[in-house]
């Protein structure tokens, strides 16, 4: 089921970058086309908050799809990326997700691009700015990605604490009593 020689910057979309930091399983199945997302009530929540916390978004800012990534709020004016999040749960793969989104911004002659993901039912948000040796961390997060999800084999279950929020919950823990 794994693919080889894969043009991975033309596959690899922030969701990939997501599921790095969150579960090196979910993101085998996930770029191995075993895709649960349409299946979880959370997820659905989840859309639901991005799209009605902000009403006046899509009127304000740009939905932007470029090499892969699909932003759905881009302050064009001041270069600026909004992320709406259900929780921070996962922070840190929320952040990566967006340092992906400045990567590409950038590799497309967009100069110091910014993020901020908002929480809205925390009432929270958090400014995200490129740093140096983002590049290189990017970079290798690609290639990390790229070894995971072109192995034979999916990886072995990592049971965590987010696994009972999680859309591949039930195909993972199939076979536990």
């Known amino acids: 089921m794994a693919q080889s ?10 969701t990939h970058i997501a599921y790095l930091h969150t579960c090196h399983r979910k993101l085998w199945l996930f770029a191995n086309g075993i895709q649960m997302e349409h299946t979880s009530q959370l997820v659905s929540e989840g859309k639901l908050i991005g ?3 902000y009403s006046d978004r899509a ?13 759905d709020y881009y302050d064009a004016k001041n270069r600026i990326v909004h992320e ?37 039912k925390l009432r929270q948000k958090e400014s995200v700015l490129w740093e140096q040796g983002d590049q290189e961390k ?11 999800i072109t192995r034979a084999e999916c990886p072995a279950l990592d049971k965590k604490p987010i696994c009972k929020s999680c859309s591949y919950f039930d195909f993972c823990y199939i076979h536990e009593v």
């Open 51 to 53: 799209e009605s916390s």
């Open 138 to 148: 990017i970079e290798n997060w690609i290639k990390e990605v790229q070894d995971l």
């Open 5 to 14: 020689n894969l043009n991975l910057y033309q596959l690899l979309t922030a």
């Open 84 to 120: 709406v999040k259900k929780s921070n749960k996962v922070e840190y793969a929320h952040i990566a997700q967006v340092k992906y989104y400045l990567y590409i911004l950038r590799k497309n002659g967009i100069e110091d691009p910014q993020a901020i993901i908002e929480y809205p």
């Open 59 to 71: 009127t304000k800012y740009t939905e932007l799809a470029l090499d892969g990534i699909k932003i």
